[in-house]
């Protein structure tokens, strides 16, 4: 069986979140749903439980990962509930977790999935004009490594359809680069080139 796509959604958390932000987590939310992924949250309220709420109204999978180690802290809309007792660490595990990610506001703790995000260059979309931490980084990089850019966009059909197309463009990167890796190794062995460096090293 395929392995489903999985979209970490983050953003504020109830302190913080506005009804606009609950508004578009939601429909992203739930645009992930019907795109058949799975949706992760921090598990937690604001941006997280709203679009657990959207993809849970649409019939989708949530998972909320929660940095606290008693699962009944998660939101009422996580189908599944990994409960860490990591604290902060447990941003690492999100953005490890996700294919994708979209942003939707945030303060210092979304930057912070996003910088774990970041860090393993995994495709990133963000909400354009609605504050939070993340807003002077959209469509740019977080340092000089430009690692991977942060593609801002306006609606949440759009974040859902963008990091989609994203998340099939990383893939397919991915598996170019394991055929390319294949076939010179296979030139490698052919040549000889193998045989070679395993004599010289045996010397």
């Given at each position: ?50 679009a ?74 963000a ?44 893939h397919?990167k ?5 055929d ?15 045989l ?8």
């Amino acid at each position: 069986m395929t392995k489903k796509r999985q979209i970490l959604v983050i953003g504020n958390n109830t302190n913080g979140c506005t009804p606009k932000h609950e508004k578009i987590a939601y429909e992203v939310g739930e645009k992930i749903a019907t795109s058949n992924s799975v949706l992760i949250t921090g598990g937690l309220g604001g941006v997280m439980e709203a679009a657990s709420h959207g993809a849970h109204d649409a019939h989708g999978l949530t998972v909320g990962i929660i940095p606290q180690d008693d699962a009944t802290l998660a939101n009422q809309f996580c189908d599944i509930v990994i409960p860490t007792g990591m604290g902060l660490a447990r941003d690492f595990l999100n953005a490890l977790s996700a294919d994708g990610i979209i942003i939707v506001g945030g303060g210092s703790g979304t930057l912070s999935e996003v910088c774990a995000a970041y860090m393993y260059k995994k495709p990133m979309v963000a909400i354009r004009n609605i504050g939070g931490s993340i807003e002077q980084y959209i469509d740019g990089f977080l340092d000089h490594r430009k690692n991977i850019k942060i593609i801002g966009v306006d609606t949440p059909e759009d974040a859902v359809a963008k990091i989609l197309e994203l998340i099939s463009k990383y893939h397919n990167k991915d598996a170019e680069s394991t055929d390319a890796e294949i076939i010179d190794d296979f030139n490698k062995i052919k040549s000889g080139e193998v045989l070679r460096m395993a004599q010289k090293s045996s010397d």
